[in-house]
């Protein structure tokens, strides 16, 4: 049976794109009872991305017994959701390398149809420098900064040394957990360590079937990335070292990633017969 949270607080999972969320969003609420799990999606007509304050927006017009049922809590957003849960609360995140998920987000622009930039894209024949350079999408700029600090005003390019430091502020006094995407398996033992999770196997969710591989890029391109994303870059490093830190401070750690990655190898087999495959399947006769 899921554990409940009894008096522990609402765990809050703004869900950054293009960060390996997905794959998280089916660990974590395996660890509560579904009546407690709350996943708050845009409607369909919404803009693709998760810069966006309208699951914040519909979470705050429900009834406070409805907002505070819930013990998990997720969804596509920026931090700011807190401020309408009627009991204690904290965050959870990924981040992801700053350049791997601008590349990931020109990927999902090129060959998604349902982007909301794709046709745009597609019909200008864009390539990665160009929708770079276009300004049209505010997650190739630092997005992973903005979402911390909850803004979508800041007009493309113009990202600053403050929103960094307040995105690191918020970190620390709002976030239990901010893992690293590059360093998932770690990041799942922490969890499961911070807030006494135990049912943490997976496989991974949501993988795209169409690849660009950074050694793909031209190196220029890869500057241009870097330069616009530098706070993006600045504030995953130092989300990096804190995530070491932790682990390093913990002696038992390692032999519990150990342990886990054991146990998750055996899984898989059974999580890619009940899952993957069936995505798979879906998702290839969604293309057709």
């Known amino acids: 049976m899921a554990r409940s949270a009894g008096a522990a607080p609402t765990v809050i999972f703004p ?11 089916r660990i974590i609420p395996r660890n ?7 996943a708050l999606r845009n409607p369909s007509s919404a803009p693709n991305g998760f810069l966006s304050r309208l699951p914040i927006e519909r979470f705050a017009d429900m009834p406070e017994p409805e907002r505070e ?14 401020e309408f849960v ?9 981040l992801r390398n700053p350049v791997s998920r601008v590349i990931s987000g020109y990927k999902n622009a090129r060959y998604s149809p349902d982007h909301r930039f794709h046709e745009t894209v597609a019909s200008q024949d864009l390539d990665l420098e160009g929708y ?9 700029d630092n997005s992973q900064v903005r979402a911390l600090v909850g803004d979508t005003t800041t ?9 960094l430091e307040h995105a690191w502020r ?22 499961g360590r911070v807030f006494g999770w135990s049912k943490l196997r997976y496989v991974v969710a949501n993988v795209s079937p169409h690849h660009i591989a950074r050694s793909e890029i031209l190196p220029g391109t890869i500057r241009l990335i870097e330069e616009w994303n530098r706070f993006d870059i600045e504030l995953y490093e130092r989300a990096l070292r804190l995530l070491e830190e ?6 038992d750690f390692d032999r519990d990633l150990e342990r886990f990655r054991r146990e998750n190898a055996r899984y898989r087999v059974w999580g890619t017969l009940s899952y993957t495959i069936p995505s798979q399947l879906r998702a290839k006769l969604r293309r057709a």
């Open 15 to 25: 869900h950054l794109g293009k960060t390996g969320g997905a794959t998280l969003r």
């Open 32 to 38: 509560f009872p579904a009546s407690e799990v709350l």
């Open 69 to 82: 049922r819930p013990r998990f809590i997720m969804a596509h957003m920026m931090v700011g959701l807190h």
């Open 86 to 94: 009627p009991r204690p609360s904290t965050y959870i995140t990924l």
């Open 132 to 140: 770079l350079r276009s300004g049209l999408a505010l997650e190739m």
């Open 155 to 163: 007009p493309y390019g113009s990202c600053s040394a403050e929103m």
């Open 170 to 191: 918020t970190i620390h006094e709002r976030f239990s957990v901010v893992g690293i995407a590059e360093r998932f398996d770690e990041t799942v033992v922490l969890l």
């Open 246 to 251: 932790r682990i390093e401070a913990d002696p």
